[in-house]
């Protein structure tokens, strides 16, 4: 199979657990792989940073966070109670399997109700009050191990699909977090100019690591590294791009343009495959806030195309994360070169 490098590490990626606000299992073990390539710390909310270098800096962004569900309550017959955890869709949590992350782990179905005895509200989807998770257990049993705020991550295996492509959970935005990765791998031996790495915490609840990490920083510029949306049926091939056609250059209000373009054209230079994706307002990234830091950083935004965003089978073509690693890459060896 081609891109072993990339596999593999979206792979370790995904195996890690950390929804927003309970990063830390995560948190340690992406600090472990930043270590190869710089001194790390894990600030105060999470955030996994690490800096080389002097001079000009370059902040690099993805988040490590992923979606998931809270506890919020145990019945009086043993089911969970949830909220949610991000943006999880309750249209695709019917009779999925999670884990509840109580004192111990603790493997449980969402109930479904079966087709038979549907009523009036066969075609509604649940509210997320109305969402409950079986864990085999009786009330007594569940408190001894659960309690409200306990975290709940969805269960699915890391699959490979034909040609490059991968489903997983969390490939929001552990994809990202294996380009910069990655790009680190390609820039080894080179001489750069300061990078600063995030890999920051919570931006599926707000995006209050990236605002505190990019304040920390204050980089003169910074790339924001996230997935966005892929063409899938259903949706216009005209507005979303195809697996596997490259990274997506961020174009948007919020975004430096001439980062942007710069970035386009270095793609172009280097035979490195790419699509524009233009935003009318806000990104929805870590970019909108990294842009307005401090006193402001220059911010562009590489996306990732992914089918399936928020729920436990998110595809990605692994192509698409080399070549953002790559257009990364190419970037900072330029920018390090011109403000030596």
């Keep these: 199979m081609e891109y072993g490098e990339v596999r ?101 179905v969402i109930t479904s109700t079966p087709p038979h005895l549907k009523g009036d509200d066969d075609k509604k989807v649940k509210k997320f009050d109305d969402i409950t998770i079986d864990i085999g257990m009786s009330k007594e049993q569940a408190d001894k191990i659960i309690s409200p705020g306990d975290r709940i991550t969805f269960n699915a295996p890391f699959d490979t699909l034909a040609g490059n492509r991968i489903a997983s959970p969390s490939v929001d935005d552990r994809a990202g977090v294996a ?47 996230d997935v966005s949306f892929a063409c899938a049926p259903g949706l216009s091939s005209d507005k979303y791009v195809a697996l596997g056609s490259g990274t997506m250059v961020g174009y948007a209000p919020a ?21 524009e994706e233009v935003m009318g307002g806000r ?6 806030d990294i842009q307005v830091s401090g006193r402001g950083i220059k911010t562009a935004l590489l996306s990732i195309p992914i089918r399936n965003m928020h729920t436990a089978v998110e595809v990605v073509d692994l192509a698409d994360i080399e070549n953002t690693a790559r257009l990364m890459a190419e970037y900072i060896i330029e920018r390090s070169a011109g403000n030596a």
Excluded at 188 to 216: H, I, P, W, Y
Excluded at 283 to 288: A, K, P, Q, R, S
């Design 8 to 108: 593999e590490l979206l792979y370790k990626l995904c195996a890690l657990r950390g929804t927003s606000g309970n990063e830390s299992a995560a948190a340690a073990g992406i600090s472990e792989m930043l270590g190869k390539y710089m001194q790390t710390h894990i600030d105060r909310l999470g955030n996994v940073t690490g800096t080389r270098g002097e001079g000009f800096s370059i902040l690099l962004d993805a988040h490590i966070d992923q979606i998931g569900l809270a506890v919020t309550a145990v019945d009086e017959d043993g089911f969970v109670k949830v909220a949610k955890v991000g943006g999880a869709d309750c249209r695709v949590l019917t009779a999925a399997q999670v884990t509840v992350h109580g004192r111990e782990d603790v493997f449980g």
């Design 255 to 275: 975004l430096d343009y001439k980062m942007s373009r710069r970035l386009t054209q270095i793609a172009e230079e280097k035979g490195i495959p790419h699509t």
């Design 179 to 225: 380009a910069i990765l990655r790009c680190l791998q390609l820039l080894e031996g080179k001489e750069t100019c300061r990078l600063d790495v995030m890999f920051s915490a919570q931006e599926e609840t707000g995006g209050s690591g990236a605002k505190t990490g990019a304040f920390n920083s204050q980089a003169d510029e910074a790339i924001a590294c």
């Design 283 to 288: 990104t929805g990234t870590n970019g909108d």
